[in-house]
């Protein structure tokens, strides 16, 4: 009678153990969340400053009373906005205002208002074209003017890109040649 009392407590204890090992193996843990990194937002609201270069070109009837043949240095300054309408096509509009002088030749400005249509290529980087009408001013005489051309953007932290941007120009009062003037610009601008 003691062998089987022995055997069925051990026997018993072994069962006991068996299970408070088994429930050591369930350990509630919470999942660790995944982290990953976020691209730039370029929707949204953006300012900026930019210099370049313009050059006038020989078309007889010239461009907005501005000198033939000439290159004028540029600064400047641009205000916009950025939709993703769907990824990863971005449409914006944007104004520009532009401050041109050149030696020996009579400084002028010009103003634009421009629509953007671009693709996000990667996560920081913007392919776009850009088109826009506006008015240049000369000696004191304002022209309609007009730009066609395209340009990257690329963002070097998570609120600033830099820009690069080529337009070629035409004035609506000259019947030549359907661009007169190139603009070059190079630009840093903020993203709100």
Do not use: C
């Amino acid at each position: 009678m003691f062998v089987r009392s022995l055997s069925l407590g051990v026997a018993a204890a072994a069962l006991m153990v068996g299970g408070a090992h088994a429930a050591d193996l369930i350990i509630p843990t919470t999942p660790q969340p995944i982290y990953q990194a976020a691209g730039f937002d370029w929707e949204g609201l953006y300012a900026g400053v930019r210099i370049g270069g313009q050059f006038v070109g020989t078309d007889p009837l010239g461009y907005a009373n501005q000198v033939n043949n000439t290159t004028y240095g540029v600064v400047g300054a641009a205000v916009g906005v950025n939709f993703i309408p769907v990824d990863p096509i971005l449409v914006g509009v944007e104004v520009t205002g532009d401050y041109l002088w050149g030696n020996n030749v009579t400084s002028s400005s010009e103003f634009f208002a421009n629509l953007r249509v671009g693709a996000v290529v990667t996560d920081a980087a913007l392919v776009y074209a850009i088109g826009g009408v506006g008015v240049a001013n000369t000696n004191n005489v304002s022209t309609g003017v007009y730009q066609l051309g395209g340009g990257v953007e690329f963002a070097v932290t998570d609120a600033i890109t830099v820009r690069g941007e080529l337009v070629g120009q035409g004035d609506f009062n000259n019947g030549g040649d359907f661009f007169s003037a190139a603009k070059a610009t190079v630009g840093v601008f903020y993203h709100f």
